[in-house]
């Protein structure tokens, strides 16, 4: 099972950019990827999903602003976030999509 290490979060002025990175323990190239999000007192949801050939589908709230994108080789999810949003503040977490078992995450806090 590969294991999943999430990084890269932090405090951010709205506006913003941060990039998150997800390191994987294994091969992750015939793996969807995705990336999800969960704010405090709300359901975990996903914003942002790579294909295994590269192609990506984003959630309404966050397109035009978050990017996906995988590098194989280096067994790595990226998420580049750009004009961050107070609402965009959550725990950030990485997953092949449709797995279960989640890893730590990543927090990211937008001020306003």
């Known amino acids: 099972q590969v294991q999943l290490v999430e990084s890269g979060g932090g405090l951010v002025q709205a506006g913003g950019s941060l990039r998150l990175s997800c390191a994987a323990s294994?091969?992750?190239?015939?793996?969807?990827m995705g990336w999800y999000r969960q704010a405090p007192g709300m359901q975990r949801e996903l914003v942002a999903s790579i294909m295994t050939y590269g192609s990506t589908n984003y959630a309404d709230s966050v397109k035009g602003r978050f990017t996906i994108s995988r590098d194989n080789a280096k067994k790595t999810v990226y998420l580049q976030m750009n004009s961050l949003k107070p609402e965009d503040t959550a725990v950030y977490y990485c997953?092949?999509?449709?797995?279960?078992?989640w890893g730590q995450g990543t927090q990211v806090t937008v001020s306003s």
């Open positions: 294994g091969r992750i190239v015939g793996f969807n």
């Open positions: 997953n092949v999509l449709g797995a279960v078992g």
